[in-house]
């Protein structure tokens, strides 16, 4: 395999996975474009007043920033354009979510006082759950049933022109 066969943008796309996928890439990016949102509906509670909470700098920066990219890249992997690339910076935010807030619960006090790590078991499903899911699209890409799928069909070369160049 050459170096431009193993980076075409036909294998990034990669959408020849079963349609299935649809189920998992929906789920995914509309938790991700849910929670951006609410990032900027409830700004006190999720947003800047969150991320100044937790200790991060420059919090309204960061928080607007999270937000944005949670709803971009969320709403591409709902319709499955550029759904590999649009995994990477979800799962730079997704571990930092983890870092930043569920490893924290391990320590006393826990979570809604459930100490140690079944407290942050409990309040952390929905967070290992996106991570796996945005691995899983990583691995496998969008599905048959995506825009990425589309695009890759388009792009495919016909005999026609494969043979007259």
Request: hydrophobic share 50%; net charge positive; proline share 6%.
């Amino acid at each position: 395999m050459t170096g431009t066969q193993r980076w075409s943008w036909p294998r990034i796309l990669g959408a020849d996975s079963p349609a299935a996928v649809i189920c998992i890439r929906v789920a995914v990016g509309l938790v991700f474009l849910s929670e951006g949102i609410q990032k900027f509906l409830y700004p006190d509670k999720l947003g800047p007043g969150r991320f100044d909470k937790i200790g991060i700098p420059a919090a309204t920066f960061f928080a607007n920033l999270d937000g944005v990219v949670e709803i971009a890249c969320g709403a591409l992997i709902v319709i499955g354009l550029a759904t590999r690339l649009a995994a990477v910076p979800l799962l730079v935010d997704i571990s930092g979510a983890i870092v930043l807030t569920k490893l924290r619960e391990l320590r006393p006090g826990g979570f809604q006082g459930i100490q140690g790590f079944w407290g942050m078991a409990h309040d952390a499903r929905t967070d290992f759950a996106m991570l796996l899911g945005l691995i899983f699209l990583l691995w496998v890409g969008p599905g048959r049933w995506s825009l990425d799928a589309a695009i890759a069909r388009g792009a495919q070369p016909t005999r026609s022109s494969a043979m007259n160049p």
